[in-house]
T-cell receptor, first 115, second 115 residues
């Protein structure tokens, strides 16, 4: 089946630990995105990548890091520098490279809780 | 800078009532795109519609309709004869050149449809 896979669905981590959230897609989409959602808030952009081996900071990149070594994969690492990492994290993809304005498609999300 | 405002935080209706969700946007771009997404309790965002700034025709899809008015910078969403399954959070979003084709989301409107 074509789609976007995020794993794990629920993730718990202790303060001070880094954790990596997985996002995989088989839609052959060029662009991939990471968003953070907090209760009562809209989605805020963390990082995005419009082509392989390139990525850009979004509005709230501090304390996060990403890589885009393959078209299919865009993992997000939440580092210990992120002051308030407990949130719902959503990965999205979009067909077309820079300058395209197609709709984004979203994965099922990962709920991260810091204990 | 781009901005999307969804002034209605939460709306409660009884099944079969019509309901309109408001969306007001700000952008410096002359070419831009507007989107609506639905987020059911499962958490995954579902794409509903994309509209470009040159197309002001209203759109109807089943019980859903959208009213785009550039004069008031609004892109409102109406659900006719609401159903319990329409209960979700609805997000309006904006994409344009000044945002490098990323999406700027509103904070969402939670719609609760009771039987």
């Amino acid at each position: 089946d074509g789609g976007i896979t995020q794993s794990p669905k629920y993730l718990f981590r202790k303060e001070g630990q880094n954790v990596t959230l997985s996002c995989e897609q088989n839609l052959n989409h060029d662009a991939m995105y990471w968003y953070r959602q907090d209760p009562g808030q809209g989605l805020r952009l963390i990082y995005y990548s419009q082509i392989v081996n390139d990525f850009q900071k979004g509005d709230i990149a501090e304390g996060y890091s990403v890589s885009r070594e393959k078209k299919e994969s865009f993992p997000l690492t939440v580092t210990s520098a992120q002051k308030n990492p407990t949130a719902f994290y959503l990965c999205a993809t979009r067909q077309g490279g820079p300058g395209a304005y197609n709709e984004q498609f979203f994965g099922p999300g990962t709920r991260l809780t810091v204990l | 800078a781009q901005k999307v405002t969804q002034a209605q935080t939460e709306i409660s209706v009884v099944e079969k009532e019509d309901v309109t969700l408001d969306c007001v946007y700000e952008t410096r771009d002359t070419t831009y795109y507007l989107f609506w997404y639905k987020q059911p309790p499962s958490g995954e965002l579902v794409f509903l519609i994309r509209r470009n700034s040159f197309d002001e025709q209203n759109e109807i899809s089943g019980r859903y309709s959208w009213n785009f008015q550039k004069s008031t910078s609004s892109f409102n969403f109406t659900i006719t004869a609401s159903q319990v399954v329409d209960s979700a959070v609805y997000f309006c979003a904006l994409s344009g050149r000044s945002g490098y084709s990323t999406l700027t989301f509103g904070k969402g409107t939670m719609l609760l449809v009771s039987p």
